[in-house]
Structures are given as C-alpha cells and as structure tokens.
C-alpha cells in the first residue's frame, strides 16, 4: 500500500523524506509528494509517476529549508492517479498538511457536509476531506494532536493520517485504524513511517502502535493517547534487520509477507462496500439497475490466476443469482466467435489492468454492444478505463511475480459482483445478503487462523524436496482452488503438477498415480449435499494406489480421518467460501518448498508479473 514518512529533528527533513520514500519504492505506487514547514508556512510539491518526477520538481523549484516534514507515494484508490490526486493534501486555508493510507468509508458524507459549508475541494480523494476536518479543528484553538483526537473520532473505515501544521512547527502527528504505522525512535529526531523501511537508515529503535490510537513526535519525545485523548502506550521493539528484510516485513521474500498480508488486504477489500442502511455499493458501478436487470448471460474472461477466481465466480453467482455463466481463457475468447450481444455481461479479471489479451477480449466485446465490468487492482489502469464499471480489489501492490494476497481480493470481488446482481435482481433476499456479507467479513480471522499453523505446513513442504510430481484434487468451489494450488507449484517450484476434479480421476487420470504420489485433496465442508462423501470417494481411490493424501479438511470433520496420511485443519466457513482459506496453505506449501530447493521465489524464471503481449 501507501508509502509515509514523517520526520523532525536537526537535519534536512526533505533528505529524509525522500531517502524514506525511495526506501519504500518496493511497495508499488502511482504518485509522490512532500510537505515542509518553513517559517510559520508550508511548502508541498507531488506528482504523479514515479519518484524521480518529484525530485525533478523539486529541482526545478526547490523547496525551503526545514527540520519538519512529511511524504507520501500514494497507490490510488480514490481518483485517477494524477497531480491533483496526489498527496500532501491541504485544508483550505493551506495551514495544514495530511497524507492518508487507507480507505474513508464514511467519506461521501463528510464531503457533502463541507461542501455545503462552502469548501472547495480539489481532489477526487477521500484524504483531502480529512485534511479540511483537521484544519477546521486547528483553527478553532486546539493543538494538532487534540484536532487529530476529534477528527478521527468522525471517520469511519481503515486509515493511517500524519498531518503538520504551519504554525506549529515542533509536531508532527498521525493516527491509526485497521493500517500500518510505526515510530522510528531517534536522539533529537523521531519518524514515522509505513514500515520501518522508511528510517531504518537513521535508527532501529522503534514503536509499534496499537488500534485507534494518536501519536504526537517531536524532536524530544513521543507521545500516545487513544482516540479520545485518554493516555495509552505502544509496544517498544528493536529493528534487528537489514534494510533488505526491512522492506520484507522480516521476511525471506516478498511472497511470503504478501501471504501474510492477506487478512488485511480481504478485509481492505471489504471496506466501504455497504451503505448505513446495509445496501451494497460498488466503487464504479456505471452500470444502471435496469441494464443490469437485462443481463441474461455472463462471460467471465481472465488468464492464469485470475481465470481461477472466474471459476469461482461461476459458482458463486449461478447459485444466488440464477444466471448462466461461462469462464473463458482470455487468450481463446476471440478466436472461437463467441456469441454475444446487448444483453451479455463480459466480466474482465485482471491483477495490473494490462493484460494484453484480456484487453482485446473486452475490445472484441465492445463491438458486439455487450457491457464490460472490470475487476482489477490498479487504479487508472486501461482494463477499468475502458470498461463500462469496474470493482477494484484494494489489494495494494503485489511485488512477487506469484500472485497470492491479488487472488484472495479477486474472490472477495467475485462474490461482493454476485452478491450485488443478487440484490439488484432480487434473487436473494436483504437479510441473506447481509448474512453472506458477514461471513466474507469474519475471513480476515478466519485467513489469520490459517496462517497461524504456517510452521506445521513448511515441515510438510520440506519433507518433499526431492518429489518431482504432485496432484491436487477438488470438487465444487475447491477444484478451482486444486487448479491455483498446482499453479503454485508449477511456478515457483518448477515442478510437474496438476490439478484435476475429483470427479474426474477415474476418466484417465488415475493412471498417474503411483507408490508415494503427493495428492494434496481440498475437502469441501460436510452437510453440503453429496460433495463431502463423493471426495472421500476420491481420496480413497487414490489412496488403494498408494499415493500419499495430505488432505484439507474444515475442524470437526472426523470421518476424513482414517483417509488422511496428513491432516491440514481449515475454519468452518460455508463452502463457496472455503477457497478463501483453503489455497492459502496451498501458497504456503509452494513458497517453502521452491525456497527449500534454493529458487527465487519473487522472480520465478521465465515469468513477468504483467503479461502485455498476447
């Protein structure tokens, strides 16, 4: 997500910024910008692009010397990743400045509000509303910290905010819900940042802090209280990381941390998508109700990964919407003459926005007057651009070329489209959406109860180094899930492995089943009409053959047991849920094994994290 940096002390605040900015370019972003305080005023500079745009305005019209400062490259959410859109944002008098990570759920309000009280607001974003707030409160007479305290107060969603004021140039403050934040402690200078990449350079004395609480640095202490001003502490640790690991979260690879950010991204995902009076919203629904009402076919068009989340799409909205779907191989879309017309919903699924031949699809479809709705993760990206609506996943970059935490947040965009036709077509009735709606957000937990057993799956993983075939099974939702599993290890590990529905084996591909053979078995939930015992139908067959079942199974089903030479325990969740936790032992598994057997696992050979060539 968003890089920040927050500084004061004795050196040169704009260095620091923009060495802590540059520290963070591993983190994805679309713009950049910073704000000093000189001489009871500020001075900002941002542009869009990458870093080096900044630093060339800068140059071109330097700023002012400054011992306070803060800086932001943002990766957009709300609005076109622009100038205008870029942080620092300002408050309408120009006194204060404010960078903003996360999502304003509540922001379309706080807008209006100030809107009719005569502001001027210059940006598409959520963050500019919050920079107005927190002016009006310092104008009033409060400090910084006690305007932070009260604005905070008003907002609702996940948010980190640092903010300066001109007239106080001893203070920088910022505040944390549902997003990263952590205070670099220094002798004479305190920071702040995103992570503790950002000043890691300067110190590796650090503080970590906890839900909605406010933090006051200045050049002598530091500072915590709760959202209403009460005192409260963060927790004190030592960095004892190089920068490398820093950037990693601790961990070996990008990869791996973005698995572990996956809690946080499904539930980022999740943020802002219902209204107070419990109706879902989409974040460009251009799309009307009655166009919508007209769709009597959907054709899900996605390559790799996120053809995966297509088949669960399927799934999800044949079953609460009643309408036929098909999920089609972007690369094969074209070629084959598919049938379409004006009542045809083409949905795209595609990580960057650039996949070259996803984007053909939609041009093809677009000539045949169907209606187009993307699901990307890249904001201003041409995919969205040229769709007629699009959901974005709200994924953050994704640096490791294996897409993990990007596919978790195309299933939460996949079911939050199937939930919406539902509701617009009347196909399910509020209280049962709602219920849907509750459960995709108790996934989070669920994901970090997952993760939580990660120990156990590396053991497994490193048990197999040397195995050189693998076979996946699923049926319903988890043959999808098979299909992503495989993938992973195809990928990563560079290894023969297939995914097959279970359903399946016995048509031929039993035939690759032989003394010791890995078959990695997605169990769906019991109770759900035969799906259960037809699995075990499955793993028994391949269990007579001698292969070897690591088996999936949800806490509380006993009677995979005597089927099972491994055990691997998911949440109970309802089973066109299952794959958000089901694949994630898969990554995990895949991770290990290729890092076990000394690959790259960010930067798989012969593979690109965008593929803009058809």
Same mark, same amino acid.
């Not at 572990?260 to 995902?269: L, M, W, Y």
């Given at each position: 997500?968003?890089?920040? @940096? ?92 404010? @960078?903003?990570?996360? %999502?304003?759920?509540? +922001? ?8 009719? =009280?005569?502001?001027?607001? %210059? ?35 996940? +948010? ?30 305190? +920071? ?90 989409? =974040?460009?629904?251009?799309?009307? =109700? ?46 084959? =003459? ?10 795209? %699924? ?40 699009? %959901? ?27 939930l919406y036709l539902a509701q617009v077509k009347g196909t399910r009735y509020g209280d049962e959406i709602t219920q849907v709606m509750e459960q995709l957000e108790a996934m989070p937990a669920h994901i970090e109860t997952v993760l939580a057993g990660s120990e156990a799956i590396y053991d497994l993983a490193r048990e197999h180094v040397g195995t050189r075939s693998f076979l996946f099974l699923g049926r319903h939702a988890g043959y999808p899930v098979a299909l992503e599993g495989a993938l992973k290890l195809k990928e990563l590990a560079y290894l023969h492995a297939e995914g097959f529905a279970a359903g399946e084996l016995k048509h031929g591909p039993i035939a690759l089943v032989e003394d010791g053979l890995p078959v990695l078995c997605v169990v769906p939930p019991e109770g759900r009409d035969q799906l259960h015992d037809k699995m075990i139908s499955g793993i028994q067959e391949v269990r007579a053959r001698g292969a070897r079942t690591i088996c999936l199974a949800e806490e509380g089903d006993t009677s995979i047991e005597p089927y099972a030479d491994v055990l691997i325990r998911l949440p109970r969740v ?41």
């Amino acid at each position: 997500m968003c890089g920040i @940096v927050g500084y004061v002390g004795a050196r040169s605040a704009q260095d620091v910024v923009i060495d802590g900015l540059r520290r963070m370019e591993y983190r994805g972003y679309d713009s950049a910008g910073i704000a000093l305080v000189h001489d009871g005023r500020l001075a900002s500079r941002k542009r869009a692009g990458k870093l080096g745009n900044l630093e060339k305005a800068i140059s071109e019209e330097p700023l002012p010397a400054s011992e306070l400062g803060l800086g932001h490259t943002r990766w957009a959410t709300h609005g076109a990743p622009n100038d205008v859109n870029a942080h620092p944002h300002l408050g309408a008098t120009g006194r204060v400045a404010l @960078v903003h990570n996360g %999502i304003i759920e509540n +922001f379309a309000d706080l807008r209006a509000r100030l809107e009719a =009280d005569d502001h001027v607001l %210059i940006s598409e974003t959520d963050s500019e509303v919050a920079a107005h707030l927190l002016e009006l409160q310092v104008e009033s007479g409060v400090d910084l910290t006690v305007a932070m305290q009260r604005v905070c107060q008003q907002l609702e969603g996940a +948010f980190t905010l640092v903010a300066i004021d001109a007239q106080d140039p001893d203070r920088v403050v910022a505040a944390r819900r549902n997003s990263p934040l952590v205070v670099g402690i220094g002798e004479g200078e305190n +920071f702040l940042g995103s992570d503790v990449a950002a000043f890691i350079e300067h110190t590796r004395e650090a503080l970590e802090l906890g839900q909605d609480q406010v933090v006051t640095i200045t050049r002598d202490g530091v500072s915590v209280t709760a959202f209403d001003g009460s005192p409260a502490e963060g927790r004190r640790f030592h960095v004892d990381w190089d920068l490398s690991a820093a950037e990693k979260d601790g961990h070996d690879w990008f990869m791996r941390k973005e698995i572990f950010e996956q809690p946080r991204a499904v539930a980022d995902s999740l943020l802002g998508r219902r209204t107070r009076s419990g109706q879902l919203q989409l =974040d460009e629904m251009r799309l009307s =109700d009655q166009e919508l009402r007209d769709i009597d076919k959907i054709i899900i068009i996605a390559a790799g990964t996120s053809f995966y989340a297509g088949m669960v799409a399927k799934y999800a909205i044949e079953h609460w919407c009643r309408i036929p779907v098909e999920v089609e191989l972007s690369s094969e879309f074209r070629y084959r =003459d598919p049938i379409l017309d004006y009542s045809t919903l083409v949905v795209a %699924i595609s990580q960057s926005g650039e996949t070259a031949d996803t984007l053909q699809a939609i041009r093809h479809a677009r000539t045949q007057r169907s209606k187009v709705l993307a699901i990307c993760n890249t904001n201003g990206s041409t995919i969205p651009r040229e769709s007629d609506a699009v %959901i974005y996943t709200h994924a953050g970059p994704e640096i490791g070329v294996a897409s993990t935490k990007g596919f978790l947040t195309q299933l939460i965009a996949c079911y939050l489209l199937a939930l919406y036709l539902a509701q617009v077509k009347g196909t399910r009735y509020g209280d049962e959406i709602t219920q849907v709606m509750e459960q995709l957000e108790a996934m989070p937990a669920h994901i970090e109860t997952v993760l939580a057993g990660s120990e156990a799956i590396y053991d497994l993983a490193r048990e197999h180094v040397g195995t050189r075939s693998f076979l996946f099974l699923g049926r319903h939702a988890g043959y999808p899930v098979a299909l992503e599993g495989a993938l992973k290890l195809k990928e990563l590990a560079y290894l023969h492995a297939e995914g097959f529905a279970a359903g399946e084996l016995k048509h031929g591909p039993i035939a690759l089943v032989e003394d010791g053979l890995p078959v990695l078995c997605v169990v769906p939930p019991e109770g759900r009409d035969q799906l259960h015992d037809k699995m075990i139908s499955g793993i028994q067959e391949v269990r007579a053959r001698g292969a070897r079942t690591i088996c999936l199974a949800e806490e509380g089903d006993t009677s995979i047991e005597p089927y099972a030479d491994v055990l691997i325990r998911l949440p109970r969740v309802p089973v066109l849920l299952q794959p958000l936790v089901a694949v994630v032992p898969l990554q995990l598994f895949a991770c290990e094994l290729a890092s076990a057997m000394g690959h790259d696992v960010d930067q798989p050979r012969n593979l690109a994290k965008s593929v803009t060539v058809e």
